[in-house]
């Protein structure tokens, strides 16, 4: 009987994962303004979903993008520039809400290694070729 249970909770959690309030205003409704629209649409493309955390938060279902998408509706539609809301969400959330991050001395790993790694990847091939010509 315990394991039932516990199989039913296990199995059961993600439905358990959404609240049941209604979706915010702007979740999913446009701005009547096509110029903000597209504003707040070119940055949603741009910031990641804190709970999907590999997509756009304007591809996201997840509840809590839902509530970025209309907060950076809202605050579009405030007067509030794409740059500002930019700099609010990394300043809240930290540089990883980006799909941009900047470059400095925490992030240089990040730029740097698919350099390294290429040419790592090129040495170790030009040893192989080299041991191949030479029997």
Known sequence: MLVAVTLFFTLAAPAFADSLLPAAEYADTQLPDPRQERQAKALMETVRC???????????????????????????QAGESPDQIRDWLIARYGNWV????????????????PILLLLAGLWLARGRFRRRKKP
């Not at 799909?99 to 740097?112: I, S």
Request: glycine residues 6%.
């Open 50 to 76: 804190l709970v999907c955390q590999g997509q756009a938060i304007s591809d996201s279902d997840a509840e809590m993008a839902g509530d970025m998408r209309a907060l950076i509706r809202q605050r579009i």
């Open 98 to 113: 980006t799909y941009d991050p900047p470059l400095e001395p925490v992030t240089w790993p990040l730029w740097g290694a």
